[in-house]
């Protein structure tokens, strides 16, 4: 993970010949201004047949000068499929996961996601998956752009030239009226080459607003961060400046934080600005902390939505990979996404980074074989045993809150009162939200298999206890069984 690509070798080497050469014809103090120029532009890659900059949102521009990683790019419109992994489905429509785990649907009655939530496919798709949702026949807003799309253009136009506050905007309009006007500045376009990737030195940056204030939060906290080491080294500093990811972090953590600017839970609507619940740390735990903190600008308490049955006011997670692969032991030991997702792959003299993001399964031999000395069999079935345990456990969890609801809508027939309900409404809210990190996040458990396995131990013991209090409601004032008011023991 900490070797160094060949190309950059190379472009150090002719760097540094270009200035030995100019220095000859110019003398020492040339020399001097030519090394240090040099330096600066060692990052910028070889030839370059067209310039690019910020508002190039098109790949396919970025592709003449680097064609290799375009034609990764642009694989990642081809379908994959994994047992957990990709989609099942047709092309045209990914399978629905509410309705291979009904269990889901009844989660989330009262929410979007109850109506289409599909597995989901390669970046190629993200803009049309998301304009195709008929999550969308309910009001969104246009923060949904920020993941989907190479956003940044947008943002600078709605913020007159600062992204921030074109993002801190961005919210207010419905994503119909975003959507519009992305397509009309004629940037409409998935994920791209510059929303990574500095144009002119070609280095990694994040870009995303979210992310940004995200890290920012997390650094300000004192939540433990063992595998973000740049962080714990700015906690130790003056603290002046706020922690800023393109500045502060390594080049290994970069090449997780480019992903992390998606790949994580959030929240997202027209009542607040986009955002990463990160202020109190990373875990399932730390981030529902946040959440029960966080009252809207209305000053009512938050929630994603009202369940429909019970009316619990409860959480929806999103795809929590970053946060989930940060409790592992990968994270710790400094592996990063892109060494498992974008592994390096020869291409004729040099080596690249492998731009078909994708499942590892797929790629075991590039992807882990690197590091792990066993057989690509033996790895397989490796995965195979964490993500089926995962699994298991996990529909283990969806029975019981399934169970849960069920006990709650009984008794909400029988005339229990609000109060008493009270405990099993707040049970549900806990267990759906440790539940549906887990069945959010993409890995099947394998990112972080023992916090996994304790979130959902977690999970299903709330479910349960939420039960348990519905069945035993009224019975600490009425000590007896079968008492007057007739309640079930
Ligand atoms: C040690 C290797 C490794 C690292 C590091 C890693 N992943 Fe994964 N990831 C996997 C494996 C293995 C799977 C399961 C793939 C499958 O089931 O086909 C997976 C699954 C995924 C999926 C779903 C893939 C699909 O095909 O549907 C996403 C998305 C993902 N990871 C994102 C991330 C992000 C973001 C990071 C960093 C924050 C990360 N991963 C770090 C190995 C890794
Ligand atoms: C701008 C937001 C964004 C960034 C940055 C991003 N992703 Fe994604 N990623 C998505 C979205 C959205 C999807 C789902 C697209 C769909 O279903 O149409 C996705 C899908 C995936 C998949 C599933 C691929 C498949 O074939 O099913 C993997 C794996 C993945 N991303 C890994 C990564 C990794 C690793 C990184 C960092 C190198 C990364 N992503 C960076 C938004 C992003
Ligand atoms: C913080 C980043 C982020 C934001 C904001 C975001 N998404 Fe996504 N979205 C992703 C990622 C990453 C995936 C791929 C992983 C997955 O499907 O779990 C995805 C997948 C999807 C998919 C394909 C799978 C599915 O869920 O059916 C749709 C559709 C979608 N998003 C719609 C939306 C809508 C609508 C909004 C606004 C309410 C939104 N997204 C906001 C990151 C984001
Ligand atoms: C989601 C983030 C992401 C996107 C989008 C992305 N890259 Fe990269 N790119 C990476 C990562 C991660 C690396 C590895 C960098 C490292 O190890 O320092 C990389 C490396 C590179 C390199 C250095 C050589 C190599 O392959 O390691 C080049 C050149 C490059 N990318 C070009 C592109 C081009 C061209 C596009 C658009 C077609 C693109 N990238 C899109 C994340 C991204
Ligand atoms: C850049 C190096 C690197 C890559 C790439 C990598 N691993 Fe690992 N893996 C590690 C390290 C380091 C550990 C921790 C082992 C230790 O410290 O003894 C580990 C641990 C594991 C474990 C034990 C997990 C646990 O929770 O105890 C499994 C299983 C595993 N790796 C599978 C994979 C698979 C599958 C891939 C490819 C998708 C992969 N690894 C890619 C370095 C890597």
Redesign the pocket.
Known sequence: MTET?S?FQSRAAYGLLTAVVAAAAAGAAVLLVNISERKAEQRA?YLRVVDVGEDDVD?AL??Q??PA??DG?KKTALRTSTRFGGHGGSEALPDEKIDRDPWLRRMFLGYAFSIDYRDRRGHAHMLDDQEQTERLTKPQSGSCLHCHAAVMPLYRELGDGDAMAGFAKSYTFSYQELNEKLHAMDKAHP???V???DPKS?G?RVTRPGFINGIRALAESDAPVPAMPSIEQWRQGDRKAPYQPNEDAT?NE??SF??GQCHVEYYCSSKMPLTFPWGQGLTADQTEAFWDATTFPDGTAFSDFAHKETRAPVLKAQHPEFELWSQGIHARSGVAC?DCH?PYMREGASK??D?W?RSPLLNVNRACQTCHRTSEAELLARVDQIQSRNYELLQRGGVAIVDLIDTIVQAKAEGASDAELAPALALQRKAQWRLDFIAAENSMGFHAPQEAARVLGEATDYARQGQVSVLRRGAAATPAAGDAEGKAP
């Open positions: 690509p190309w890659p790949a970025w592709g000068n680097w990683q375009y790019y994920v791209s080459c929303d990574c990737h070609m990694l080049r970069m090449r480019v992903c892109a974008m690249i980074s731009h993001v």
